[in-house]
């Protein structure tokens, strides 16, 4: 057997998500049956100071000889990385992914992609240009559970999907210490769509668009309706009808809502609480296939087919890992100490991806990221919803 190619990474930021993937990468790959590829984490660097790197860097585990650096620019100047992980908010995407690919990276940026589709697109054919390989960290299309229900899909056991229901919301509301927090501040492109949202459109997607033929697939028609955080004025509900076209074969069209809401606590109790109630459901003439919360990082799933057929199925994260001490906003601790958190599925993605010269990610390409963006875009420009124009521009270099 050959030997697992290490894929060395940087990582761009030091916040929530940006500890998770770091020590997600010291996970064991054997703990989840992968032996093609390993991660090192081998440097990571920090707007705020070179300190908080080097304490970023102890907390991930990484090996002595990492490297910290105290801007992005001089990580995106180290020539021994593989790939670099953007994670910081989606205000800064574009300028970071513009960066490291104007640089020569290769980059893994956390959801949402971009702000716009235009920068999406302008991300897009920069890495073409450059031959890089660019991916949206969308690492819920990376879990064996999401495999399952796309094969779920994909083998006919509930029929053509006629319907979805995806729904992922956050107990937030109420919450913010201030306008200044993530969630809410529209300098930071805060709103619940661009975070929460796009999970609930990610399985909308998954069930209707990356499941279907390439050949013949086609973007849906929807309506929108938008609710705000009126201290800042982002959006904090969204409710999203759409429509899929099916093929001739199926005929008709495919119904979907998609829901996200930054004020209720459906989602992340029902995690906390190990409910029943499902919040996605694909439903087909033969049965339905049912995710349980949270959206972003399920762990169970339910087959209910009319034959009688029920399948209930666990798919815990493997490890043992760090641990990465992520509450969500209701107090639950969603990685606990001993647990992988999950991000390694995308991560083992990307890497596999470098070893094959494949530029995208293999679960969610670049087109589909791009349509998501494009859908994204229509729900804020109905709703009246923009952001600071220089986080809306596709000029680059541009300081925020
Ligand atoms: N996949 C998932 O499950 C999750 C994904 N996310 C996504 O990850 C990204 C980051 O979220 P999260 O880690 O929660 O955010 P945090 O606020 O925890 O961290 C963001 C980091 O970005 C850097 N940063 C650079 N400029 C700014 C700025 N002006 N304001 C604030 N931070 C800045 C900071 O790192 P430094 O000072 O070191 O430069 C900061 O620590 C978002 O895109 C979010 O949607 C978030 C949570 C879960
Ligand atoms: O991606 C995410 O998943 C989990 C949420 O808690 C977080 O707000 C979001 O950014």
């Not at 995106?76 to 995407?93: F, G, Q």
């Not at 999907?161 to 809410?184: C, K, N, Q, T, W």
């Not at 979907?256 to 190990?274: I, Q």
Request: with cysteine; proline share 6%.
């Amino acid at each position: 057997m050959d030997s697992p190619r290490i894929c060395r990474w940087g990582i761009l930021a030091t916040g929530g998500i940006a500890r998770a993937f770091g020590k997600d990468l010291s996970v064991d790959p054997s703990t989840r049956s992968v032996t093609d590829v390993r991660h090192e984490l081998v440097a990571a660097a920090s707007s705020s100071s070179i300190t908080r790197a080097e304490q970023f860097l102890r907390e991930c585990d990484a090996p002595s000889h990492a490297k910290a650096y105290g801007s992005y620019q001089d990580l995106a100047a180290d020539p021994n990385l593989d790939i670099v992980y953007i994670a910081t908010p989606h205000s800064h995407h574009y300028q970071n992914a513009m960066l490291l690919l104007e640089a020569g990276k290769n980059v893994l940026c956390e959801k949402a992609f971009t702000v716009n589709a235009r920068q999406a697109r302008a991300l897009a054919a920069k890495a073409g240009e450059k031959g890089l390989f660019l991916m949206e960290g969308m690492w819920t299309r990376y879990f064996p559970l999401s495999t399952y229900v796309r094969e779920v899909i994909l083998s006919d056991r509930i029929g053509p999907v006629e319907r979805v229901l995806s729904e992922h919301s956050l107990p937030y509301a109420g919450r913010f210490e201030d306008d200044d927090h993530i969630m809410v501040n529209p300098r930071l492109a805060g709103g619940i769509l661009l975070d929460a949202g796009i999970y609930s459109l990610t399985w909308v997607f998954q069930a209707l668009y990356s499941t279907q033929p390439a050949a013949t697939r086609q973007p849906p028609t929807f309506k929108s309706i938008v609710a705000k955080y009126a201290p800042t004025g982002v959006d904090s509900m969204v409710t999203i009808l759409m429509e899929f076209p099916r093929d001739e074969e199926q005929g008709g069209t495919a119904h979907a809502v998609a829901s996200c809401s930054m004020g209720l606590s459906n989602d992340a109790v029902a995690a906390a609480t190990d409910s029943v109630i499902p919040n996605i459901r694909i439903q087909g003439p033969k049965g339905e296939i049912q995710v349980f919360p949270p959206a972003y990082r399920p762990t169970r799933t339910r087959l209910i087919l009319k034959d009688g057929t029920f399948e209930d199925k666990q798919w815990p994260q493997p490890g043992p890992g760090a641990g990465s001490g992520w509450f969500n906003g209701w107090g639950s601790n969603l990685n606990p100490e001993g647990q992988g958190h999950g991000l390694f599925w995308e991560a083992d993605d990307a890497a596999r991806a470098l070893t094959n010269g494949w530029k995208e990610g293999s679960r969610l390409g670049l087109d589909e990221s791009i349509l998501i963006v494009d859908i994204m875009d229509e729900i804020r420009r109905d709703a009246g919803l923009e952001y600071p124009e220089e986080l809306e521009t596709t000029d680059y270099p541009v300081q925020l």
